[in-house]
């Protein structure tokens, strides 16, 4: 098992994470790395990847699901903020600078349809949406 993070662990803090771990009695790798380099050889790959809250905040999102899918060997579990769910076709939302909950770390919003496509770009067979809540938040999980 590997627990990673880059963004918060090294801007906000890892406390949550440290004080879980404790609690539980986990014996969890940690490792502090950018999604961007993430590969098989630097992680190894996985039965199971939960990539949850990340995706609206990469700037370039197939490269970010691409990781996902290279340290995939099972199933992928995906948890994303969405938006355009009025738009027909696969298409996300650009958030230029801070407009997107004042947050400058917010970068695009996929529809359910974007979120998908793009899985099943990078080499997922099959893609479910499990969930929706919050009226702009989806679960999916994906296969190899």
């Keep these: 098992m590997l627990a990673s ?4 662990w090294q801007g906000s803090s890892k ?3 440290d004080i879980a771990k404790k609690a539980l ?5 940690e490792l502090e790395i950018k999604v961007e380099d993430i590969t098989a050889a630097t992680v190894g790959t996985f039965d199971l990847v939960l990539f949850l809250g990340v995706l609206y905040h990469a700037p370039d999102p197939i ?3 691409r990781r ?3 340290v995939c060997s099972g199933m992928a579990i995906i948890e994303t903020l969405v938006d355009a ?3 027909p076709r696969p298409a996300m939302v650009f958030y230029e600078g801070n407009t997107e909950n004042s947050d400058s770390s917010n970068f695009f919003g996929p529809n359910r349809l974007a979120c998908e496509a ?3 770009e990078v080499g997922f067979r099959e893609v479910r949406m499990v969930d929706e809540f919050y009226g702009n938040r989806m679960v999916f ?3 190899v």
């Design 5 to 8: 993070d880059w963004y918060c």
């Design 15 to 17: 406390l949550g994470f």
């Design 25 to 29: 009695g986990s014996r969890v790798e």
């Design 63 to 65: 490269g970010y699901l």
């Design 68 to 70: 996902v899918r290279e």
């Design 85 to 87: 769910e009025d738009y």
């Design 118 to 120: 793009m899985l099943r």
């Design 141 to 143: 999980h994906a296969f």
